[in-house]
């Protein structure tokens, strides 16, 4: 996207409002009920005016924009139930679906993904990078809006979760702390190419890993154990861990 207007460009608070308006639109429970009223009257007008900035020749009318998106919002907020459903069976610390909604980074990041991806669905360039950007510095959790994730899909913490632009994560995945999805070559002239990993089905990613690699399949079923550094396939089935020695001796009063 080159905008040689720049004054066009919508500032990242613009961006940000929005963000917040269409999370407490899928989930107004999360806000005092007069916010709850300004985030529905507002958020098409909102929307519609942070479209406008795009070069209608390339990306259509705002308006069609706006209510294609919004149209999309309900599909939406089914996915993230049940990301959020799955997360709170995957974590014997929650205690609830809402607090996996109102507390959980790892909810919020995805939440925010998912918005981003579907306008970068759409073509619209930026503006989802700013999204999931603005969820980036919140959370530390790096997920690019143009990777593929299948729902329900679980983050466990999070924080330096790094999941990149070509990345494909199948259903019922689960992510913990640390974990990267990232690609062996950060050359330019890479950019166009598959750079990042396809993780399948019921797949356990624990802490610490490193997944390197856009020809590298994580098969489904498979469990990755911490710390587990991979630039190559596994099978279906597989369980990849790091043998760690660790070493006890007593120490000398002396």
């Given amino acids: 996207m080159t905008i040689n207007d720049h004054s066009r460009l919508p500032s990242k608070r613009a961006i940000a409002t929005l963000t917040d308006n269409l999370v407490h639109k899928l989930f107004p429970h999360t806000v005092e009920s007069y916010y709850r009223f300004f985030a529905g009257t507002r958020l098409k007008l ?11 020749r390339i990306y259509g009318s705002p308006g069609k924009l706006t209510r294609d998106f919004i149209d999309s919002l309900p599909e939406l907020k089914s996915q ?3 990301d959020a459903a799955f997360i709170s069976e995957s974590d014997p610390a929650a205690s609830s679906i809402d607090e996996v909604i109102l507390t959980y980074p790892g909810f919020y990041a995805i939440l925010v993904y998912r918005l981003a991806n579907k306008l970068a669905g759409s073509g619209v360039p930026l503006i989802p990078r700013v999204m999931t950007e603005l ?19 679980c983050i466990d913490h999070g924080t330096g979760i790094v999941i990149g632009e070509t990345a494909v994560i199948g259903r019922r995945v689960k992510l913990y702390q640390g974990v990267t999805l990232g690609a062996l070559s950060v050359e330019k002239n890479h950019a166009t190419t598959k750079r990042h990993p396809d993780v399948e089905d019921d797949v356990i990613i624990y802490a610490g890993s490193t997944i390197l690699g856009g020809c590298t399949i994580i098969g489904h079923d498979s469990i990755i154990g911490g710390n587990v550094w991979l630039t190559h396939s596994v099978p279906p089935f597989s369980l990849v861990y790091h043998e760690n020695i660790m070493k006890v001796r007593e120490r000398s009063n002396s």
Avoid at 46 to 56: A, E, F, V, W
Avoid at 135 to 153: N, Q, V, Y
């Fill in 135 to 153: 969820a980036h510095s919140r959370t530390g959790i790096d997920i690019h809006p143009k990777a593929k994730i299948g729902s329900p899909f």
């Fill in 80 to 82: 993230l139930e049940a």
């Fill in 46 to 56: 909102n929307m519609h005016d942070i479209l406008n900035s795009l070069d209608t």
